[in-house]
């Protein structure tokens, strides 16, 4: 089978993607959340119990979805990128890049010479074992470079970031830039809006793929709205988290119900909509 990232393919062609945010670090968890649905799934080694020597079984979990794996890495430690791409990532995410510097060293930490200086190997996952044909030829092409802005120099820097050859597109991290910004992680703040607002007017019109992550489906809407094309909704343990709560909360207020003296009738639901979740 020849090499092909369709998700970087979905990225230049700006189509619109909803992904996943995966954090747990389980490859049960991993599996799951590839067959939810998603288009794309990122698994973050930066803020996760997860890190770069679990990717093997990680991507192994998530190959045969049909949900693309991206990486977000830890750093832009070139030994830790070279052991992402030969376990087989072919799609990174870059934390804090804010100059043209960062962005020109990591698009060449991540292609072979002459285009870069990844070191060599041939005997590893990403060629499937040396068994990949044409993944030496076509690697440099498929593989998928991802700038995240989070603060507000990357931000003015977004342009000129775009703009080197080997970054294949842009990831605004509302959290940190909100942080950077001084409003304590409130990613809904105006002016962490007005930011990216203005950088997503920009990729629309020069066609520049944009991503974000969001926690609710209407922010994740509100995100295409203003130019951006590939978004992550929530994380899997803020979704575990919230759906928790969400089920505790309800529980407690029948309860409370059920001890009146006159409790309301709670019907039972019928055995179609009672599918056991385990």
Same mark, same amino acid.
């Given at each position: 089978m020849a090499l092909h990232n369709s998700f970087k393919h979905a990225l230049l062609n700006r189509e619109l993607l909803v992904g996943a945010w995966f954090m747990s670090g389980s490859t049960v968890m991993a599996e799951l959340v590839a067959n939810a649905g998603y288009d794309f799934m990122v698994i973050?080694?930066?803020?996760?119990?997860?890190?770069?020597?679990?990717?093997?079984?990680?991507?192994?979990?998530v190959a045969e979805s049909g949900t693309s794996p991206v990486v977000r890495m830890a750093s832009q430690d070139k030994t830790q990128i070279k052991f992402a791409l030969d376990m087989g990532a072919l799609s990174l995410y870059f934390p804090m890049v804010n100059t043209v510097d960062d962005a020109v060293a990591l698009a060449r930490a991540c292609r072979y010479p002459p285009f870069g200086d990844r070191g060599f190997a041939r005997m590893h996952r990403a060629s499937r074992y040396n068994t990949q044909p044409d993944y030496f030829e076509r690697i440099n092409q498929e593989v998928c470079v991802i700038a995240q802005l989070e603060t507000p120099l990357a931000m003015a820097n977004a342009m000129q970031i775009a703009n080197v050859p080997g970054i294949d597109g842009l990831l605004v991290g509302p959290g940190d830039l909100s942080v950077a910004l001084g409003h304590g992680g409130d990613v809904t703040h105006p002016q962490v809006r007005e930011m990216m607002e203005?950088?997503?007017?920009?990729?629309?019109? =020069?066609?520049?793929p944009l991503g974000t992550v969001l926690p609710t489906p209407e922010l994740v809407?509100?995100?295409? =709205?203003?130019?951006?094309?590939?978004?992550?909704?929530? =994380?899997?343990?803020?979704?575990?988290?919230?759906?928790?709560?969400?089920?505790i909360s309800r529980i407690r207020e029948l309860s409370a119900n059920a001890s009146m003296t006159d409790p309301p009738t709670i019907t039972a639901p019928t055995p179609s909509s009672a599918k056991s979740a385990y």
């Open positions: 973050d080694i930066e803020h996760s119990t997860a890190n770069t020597h679990d990717l093997h079984e990680l991507l192994q979990a203005e950088v997503g007017g920009y990729c629309r019109r =020069s066609g520049v809407a509100w995100a295409y =709205s203003i130019g951006f094309n590939f978004v992550s909704h929530a =994380s899997d343990l803020g979704l575990l988290m919230n759906a928790s709560k969400t089920g």
